[in-house]
């Protein structure tokens, strides 16, 4: 059960954390001076959610809001681990593992860009600008990486039609080069095709929460929301970065700890709540 001391000030921690974005180092000095000296604050893919370690280990999870706390066990069910530490709470919240979810990109109907012998898997939408800049990095680093490619609508009819003609290019290749070169509206119009697998990546984006484009998982599992400042850098720390991170003091959503990869400024395309990634996914499916 959670200490009566650790409960008083859990809503004043809240507030700290909605100030700071999860991001200042000086929120931590501010815990303090409040009676709280946190481990770790880690900020859950669940809207509205976050978790506290205390110092002796202890781990909860609140709402933003303060209202409500949970403490006990909790289990993540895609990495198939019960979260036990901040240490497992943060690597749970900045990776993505497709494998053991039997997640197939290929079987979704993924671009390949690439014969690295490390694998990324990117979703993005064939008109936001910083998704184009990611395809010249993608090719650039082509012969150490091999991006498995989602091309879905982030951004509006035109967008919708642009991936339904990749999903439908038989030719994948063409599809690719068509992609990568800003070609889409050259590729024919989709007609007589099997839309099930492009269905089906609606849903899987739907599903691990896709809110903002490009969207990234490195080598590792670890995501990335948006284009990184320095993908080279990015990747290749998470290409590294084996072993269960050690919790930072404040961690935000988006990146891992500081003793995983390093934080990377990002650029992509993200939507409001009122006109999020998510629905117009599921507009697509109609």
Known sequence: MASLKTLRFLTLVTAVVSLSSLASANS?????????NPKSVTEMPIDGMIAY??????VMFMTKDGRYVFSGTASDIWNKKVLETGADVMQSAHTIPLAQMEIDFDQLGALTVGTG???VHV???????ACKKLNDQMQDLSSEYTFKVLVLPALGEMSREAS?????????EVAMS???DSRVDELDPPQNCNMDAYKQALLVADYIRVREVPFLIGPNDFVNRGLPKDLEGWLAETSSFISTPEPANVAPQT???AAG???AASAGQSLNSINSLNNRLRESLK
């Open 178 to 180: 068509a992609f990568l």
């Open 255 to 257: 990146q891992p700890s």
């Open 28 to 36: 931590f000095e501010k815990l303090k001076e409040m009676g709280l």
């Open 53 to 58: 370690e205390a110092q002796n280990g202890e």
């Open 261 to 263: 990869p390093k934080k």
């Open 117 to 119: 012998s490390k694998t």
């Open 164 to 172: 339904k003609k990749i999903a439908c290019t038989q030719d994948r």
């Open 123 to 129: 979703i993005t939408d064939p008109n936001c600008p």
